[in-house]
C-alpha cells in the first residue's frame, strides 16, 4: 500500500508492505514518516475483534492507511480552490498555470495510491476470499467503500483541474488579444502622424502651405488634431 503525506507544501509517497499469515503479520514502511502506533492502540482497545486474527490487523492497517489519504486530498482541494480566487487576475495566469500543473501531478500520485489498493481491497470483500481474511469480508467492504468515495471526489478534482486549465489558456489567449489590440491602436496612431509628416516632407516646388508663414504651427495642430482624434476613437472602443 501506498502511503501519502504533505510534507512542506509537497507531497510525499512512500509504502507499506505487509505479509499476513494465520498466526501473524508482519508489516515494512519505507519511505514514510506515518506510523501505526494508533493501529496497535486500535486492536487492543477492540480485544473481541482482534481474537478474529491476522486479519483485523490487516483491515486496521488498511484503515489506518486509507484514511490518511482523506486530509491529503482536503489540502488539495484546498490549493484548487485558492488558485480559482486568482484565476481572473491579470497578469497571474501563467503563474496559475504552473500551479495547478503541479496540482494535477499531485492528483495523479494519489490516484496511483487509490486505484490499486481500490482492485486488492475488492478482492477481499466479495468473491473467493484466501481463509486468512475469510471471517472479516464485512470489515474490508468498509475499506473498499471509503476507497470508492476517495476515488470519486479524486474523479471531480481532476475535471476541476483540466477545466481550470482551460479557463487559465483562455484567459492568456484574452491578454494576448489585449495586448495586440493596444499595440495596433498605437501603430495607427503613429502611422497617421508619419503619413502627414511624410507628405509635407517632400519639398515640391509648388506646395504652397510651405511658404506659408502659418503652415509649420498649423500643420503639428493638424498631425496632433489627427492623433488625439485616433486616441480617442480607440479609447472609446476599449483598445487603449
Known amino acids: ?33 506515518q506510523h501505526l502506533v494508533n493501529v496497535r492502540e486500535r ?73 490499486p489498493l481500490m482492485e486488492a481491497v475488492g478482492k477481499l470483500q466479495g468473491g473467493w476470499v484466501h481463509p486468512v481474511c475469510a471471517n472479516s469480508q464485512e470489515y474490508f467492504r468498509d475499506v473498499h467503500d471509503h476507497l470508492v468515495r476517495i476515488n470519486a471526489s479524486l474523479e471531480n478534482v481532476r475535471e476541476t483541474v483540466s477545466t481550470a486549465i482551460l479557463v487559465c489558456q483562455s484567459t492568456v489567449t484574452i491578454e494576448q488579444n489585449e495586448t495586440s489590440k493596444q499595440l495596433a491602436a498605437w501603430a495607427g496612431i503613429f502611422a497617421i502622424a508619419t503619413f502627414l509628416v511624410g507628405i509635407w516632407g517632400m519639398n515640391f516646388t509648388f506646395m504652397p502651405e510651405l511658404g506659408w508663414r502659418f503652415g509649420y504651427p498649423v500643420a503639428l495642430i493638424v498631425i496632433a488634431a489627427a492623433c488625439g482624434f485616433l486616441y480617442t476613437r480607440f479609447k472609446r472602443s476599449g483598445w487603449l
Open 43 to 115: 486492536c487492543e482497545r477492540e480485544p473481541h475483534l482482534l481474537r478474529q486474527g491476522s486479519s483485523f490487523v490487516l483491515y486496521a492497517i488498511m484503515d489506518a492507511v486509507v484514511d490518511r489519504y482523506l486530509p491529503v486530498l482536503d489540502t488539495l482541494e484546498s490549493e484548487l480552490e485558492a488558485i480559482e480566487d486568482h484565476i481572473f487576475e491579470k497578469g497571474k495566469a501563467h503563474s496559475n498555470i504552473r500551479q495547478i500543473y503541479e496540482l494535477k501531478c499531485k492528483i495523479a500520485v494519489i490516484k496511483h495510491a487509490v486505484s
Open 1 to 33: 500500500m501506498h502511503t501519502l503525506e504533505i510534507i512542506d507544501s509537497e507531497l510525499v509517497a512512500g509504502e507499506i508492505n505487509i505479509f499476513a499469515g494465520r498466526n501473524y503479520i508482519l508489516s515494512v514502511r519505507n519511505h514514510s514518516h
